[in-house]
């Protein structure tokens, strides 16, 4: 091989080490930390800053040139060994060897690991020669991106797909490692990155935990029932659940009545507001920036069928990305407490197994549900709202008084059931 062969090789490969070194540098360093250098008065910090606030546009022209010098060392090489090697197989196995041991690591793994070591010395480096070299290639990096695009089925990304979701995650992981933010404030970025993959039916509240009401009721009937659910908002329904007509919103009833106090006894559909309706697969994320828009709080989430399949809040889709929202009441209770008389305040979680336990049962389950809150509603024929009672019988003929208690959260589940054994009536066998 002669001497301008190699030493045209060797300056290939340093010029793509610097442009893998650059790539990872500058997919390191956020505008903010470039900031920071200006602030302090780094020096290159200037440039440094020109670059971090177009990433996309320098790592593209860092990637052209590290392709462009990985595919003409390849050249070389190939050639070079056609030359030396009298079998044509041996010179192009020796060469395609060569070429994968530089590559993966001359410039695939040494540049990156001292570019995400160094990613600030790095970056500031890089945009010393990124800048006018950008300047000189014009539109060519963006021209090759279009017609990569083209090539690609589907819809391409009109900067290029190099500054990646995953890149921007690992960015964050790393700024959690350097203490730069806190683990809650990394959660919360990819909850953000996942909530653009969150579906509305995976976070509204399931139709069978509804609280409705109808609109033939009076306003004084929806006050009581906004006030013993704890709902501030509660869906008016026409002939059953999947026909919901409007929403009633606890202040406008208040209002009602507090200006006259007869208009008690008016229909609740004449203080209802029209409803908002969404499929339930709209994108989470997509929904909170229209409720945003619309200065909407809540949407009633519609099945393929068109039958209500639940209701979404924008603090259902806040959850999402800041955890649950409990407010200062709430607090972890024992799944079973005893009292006096044989009496038991026990979780609406509590599986009706554990309940039949209390009262001395091998076995007690139920076909339909298996809490004892289900079982509460089951006998109902409703989502329970505080103080709701009824009477479920045992397997032995026993009977049970279940009655719901104070609703916690801010959805207002029932979080307790007060369990009271019935006596039985005079002249009962026990």
């Not at 602030?39 to 020109?50: F, M, T, V, W």
């Not at 979404?312 to 799944?335: A, K, N």
């Not at 001395?360 to 809490?371: A, I, M, Q, S």
Request: with cysteine.
């Amino acid at each position: 091989m002669s001497l301008p062969l190699i030493l045209g090789v060797v300056l290939l490969v340093v010029v793509g080490w610097l442009a893998a070194c650059a790539e990872a540098g500058i997919a390191r360093t956020s505008s903010f930390r470039a900031a920071e250098a200006v602030r302090s008065g780094r020096r290159g910090s200037g440039k440094l800053e020109q670059v971090a606030a177009d990433p996309t546009r320098y790592l593209n022209v860092a990637l052209l040139v590290r392709v462009a010098c990985e595919m003409a060392a390849g050249v070389l090489v190939t050639y070079a060994c056609l030359k030396e090697f009298p079998e044509t197989w041996v010179a192009l196995a020796v060469a395609i060897g060569v070429m994968v041991l530089v590559s993966y690591v001359a410039i695939g793994v040494s540049p990156r690991t001292i570019g995400r070591q160094h990613p600030l010395n790095t970056a500031t480096a890089a945009s010393y020669v990124l800048l006018p070299l950008a300047r000189v290639m014009g539109p060519v990096p963006q021209l090759l991106i279009l017609i990569g695009n083209a090539l690609t089925p589907g819809k391409g990304f009109r900067k290029g797909p190099f500054a990646s979701e995953a890149e921007l995650r690992a960015m964050v992981d790393l700024a959690e490692q350097e203490s730069l933010i806190e683990d809650e404030e990394r959660r919360m970025v990819h909850s953000v990155f996942e909530l653009g993959d969150t579906l509305v039916r995976e976070v509204m509240v399931p139709r069978t935990d509804l609280v409705c009401i109808e609109r033939y009721k009076t306003i004084r009937q929806a006050l009581t029932l906004a006030l013993r659910s704890g709902f501030s908002r509660i869906p008016v329904t026409g002939e059953n659940e999947d026909d919901i007509v409007g929403m009633v919103y606890l202040k406008d009833l208040v209002r009602k009545t507090h200006i006259n106090r007869e208009s008690e006894a008016d229909p609740v559909s004449t203080a209802m507001r029209p409803a908002t309706f969404v499929p339930d697969t709209k994108n989470a994320g997509d929904l909170l920036r229209e409720m945003q828009q619309e200065r909407s709080h809540v949407a009633v989430v519609i099945d393929e069928y068109g039958g209500t399949a639940g209701v979404v809040t924008i603090e259902d889709i806040l959850e999402e990305i800041v955890g649950e929202i409990t407010d200062e009441y709430d607090r972890e209770l024992p799944p079973v407490q005893a009292l006096e008389n044989g009496c038991f305040r026990v979780t609406a979680r509590l599986d009706i197994g554990d309940l039949g336990d209390l009262f001395g049962l091998d076995e007690y389950d139920d076909e339909d549900v298996e809490t004892v809150g289900g079982l509460l509603a089951k006998a109902l024929g409703r989502v329970p709202i505080a103080g709701a009672s009824s009477e479920v019988e045992l397997p032995d003929g026993r009977r049970l008084r279940l009655t719901a208690e104070s609703p916690a959260g801010r959805r207002n589940k029932i979080v307790t059931v007060l369990v009271e054994p019935v006596a039985p009536e005079e002249g009962t066998p026990e």
